[in-house]
């Protein structure tokens, strides 16, 4: 026989509650709500109710609604999914509400955010954003935020560009997803760096793309080794500004190399400009995008490395050639996010807080970078161009992820460089150190653990090798 609408009703919130998906405490529904919301009579709801109270699962505060109990009896333990340990997703996420690390990367001081400003933004932004029409909103973004952008770009990185050019996204990587769509087919080529972001190659594998690994020097992406080896490539992501991880910017010559390739080739460049706004020596060299007669760079920015990663807020700017085509892509499938931080960053930029805030992280971190590159003294490699990482170099033998692992468990976060590499024969061990959130307090006791840890797996490193 066939349970009644009641019977499962009561099974399913029973379930849910041993299983821990409603913890103690949890206000439920009242029996109107939940009744409408299932489309079953609220008596049916109250007997499901009932039922549970007499179980003691439930408890009833009247006027104040139906909760939880405090008092559960014993669960045997829920198996849960686990993330997969993946190089490639511990570098996308980190514990919840956790704090920087010292030496991780990709995270701006935590102690240096300007935190009483950003909250007055955000409370006039919610209130801004209360009153915003009952309708749906430009795929692109706010007006008012894509406004300051391109204001911006053609002050700080010599981009000119119109605001309806300009597309917000969540973060870099809905950027990349979005581009590809537009630009990419499953079976293309795209020239990657060698080193480079491995969530770039991890991104363009997902989307059926063909990573071919190009390396590159001081002067940046070797182009005339990605003609000579995948002339046929229809993609290219670079980090010209400050590449990533390395942190030497582009020269001239390889920038005009790399537009006339893409031109000669009806090819397009991906510019994530990683940390452009960050130089720490000298002047940042303006953007790929402003030097694009052809109409083939799409610009890439976020809010993450300048403000808080947390926001998930970044930007493209297309050019005037594939307007129409992200614009359709974004409208179906890829609209921005939610209004009210695009409002407050937008405040932030109009006001003058953000230039404010990146003079004095400039500032900062370069004498965090000094403070660090003093205690590492040799071991250090001059590779980066003032970038916001020093490189670390390790003997072959030393396995780089295996320290990464002893130091998080003592509360460090170097980052592998061999993880940058897109393997053999290229690939070396290294470590990369973030100076962001290091201070002339902590900086001597985190080398000294991480040079004990380093310490401790070269020994053994050598030691299997004998």
Excluded at 29 to 41: F, K, M, N, V
Excluded at 97 to 108: E, H
């Amino acid at each position: 026989m066939g349970r009644t609408i009641g019977d499962q009703l009561t099974q399913s919130i029973e379930t849910a509650i041993m299983d821990g998906r409603l913890s103690a405490g949890a206000r439920l529904p009242s029996w109107r709500d939940l009744a409408s919301q299932l489309g079953i009579a609220r008596g049916t709801v109250k007997v499901a109710y009932d039922r549970l109270i007499d179980k003691q699962l439930l408890v009833s505060h009247g006027p104040a609604g139906t909760r939880v109990s405090d008092h559960l009896p014993s669960r045997a333990p829920v198996a849960r999914l686990m993330t997969p340990h993946d190089p490639f997703l511990s570098l996308g996420m980190s514990a919840p509400g956790a704090p920087p690390r010292v030496f991780q990367l990709g995270v701006p001081a935590e102690d240096a955010f300007p935190a009483t400003t950003w909250s007055r933004l955000l409370v006039q932004a919610s209130r801004k954003a209360g009153r915003l029409p009952l309708s749906y909103p430009d795929p692109r973004g706010e007006l008012g935020l894509r406004r300051e952008i391109a204001a911006y770009l053609a002050v700080a990185r010599s981009i000119v560009c119109h605001e309806e050019q300009i597309f917000i996204t969540t973060g870099f990587t809905a950027a990349l997803g979005l581009i590809i769509d537009v630009v990419a087919l499953g079976t293309s080529k795209a020239w990657v760096e060698d080193p480079g972001y491995p969530l770039t190659r991890a991104a363009l594998a997902l989307k059926g793309i063909t990573a071919v690994p190009i390396p590159v020097d001081g002067e940046g992406l070797d182009v005339g080794f990605g003609m000579a080896t995948a002339p046929d490539a229809t993609l290219a992501v670079v980090t010209p500004g400050q590449q990533a991880p390395l942190g030497m910017t582009m020269s001239l010559a390889r920038r005009r190399a790399l537009l006339d390739w893409s031109a000669a080739s009806d090819a397009f460049i991906i510019e994530d400009d990683y940390l452009g706004e960050l130089q720490l020596k000298g002047r940042a060299a303006p953007a790929l995008a402003s030097l694009d007669a052809d109409e083939r760079v799409i610009h890439v920015g976020t809010f993450s490395k300048t403000i808080s990663p947390a926001l998930r807020l970044g930007f493209l700017v297309a050019p005037p050639r594939l307007l129409d085509r992200i614009l359709r892509r974004a409208l179906f499938l890829s609209p921005a996010p939610a209004a009210v931080v695009q409002i407050a960053v937008a405040s932030f930029l109009a006001e003058g807080h953000f230039l404010r805030h990146l003079r004095k992280m400039r500032r900062l971190y370069a004498e965090r970078s000094a403070i660090l590159s003093e205690i590492a003294g040799t071991m250090t490699e001059d590779l980066n161009g003032g970038g916001l990482a020093l490189v670390i170099g390790l003997p072959e033998a030393v396995d780089d992820a295996a320290i990464v692992c002893r130091a998080r468990a003592v509360g460090l976060a170097p980052s592998p460089l061999s993880s940058w590499y897109a393997g053999k024969p290229r690939s070396r061990p290294g470590l990369l150190l973030g100076v962001t959130n290091i201070t002339q307090q902590t900086a001597q006791i985190s080398w000294e653990t991480l040079q004990r840890v380093v310490g401790e797996v070269t020994q053994i490193s050598v030691g299997s090798r004998l």
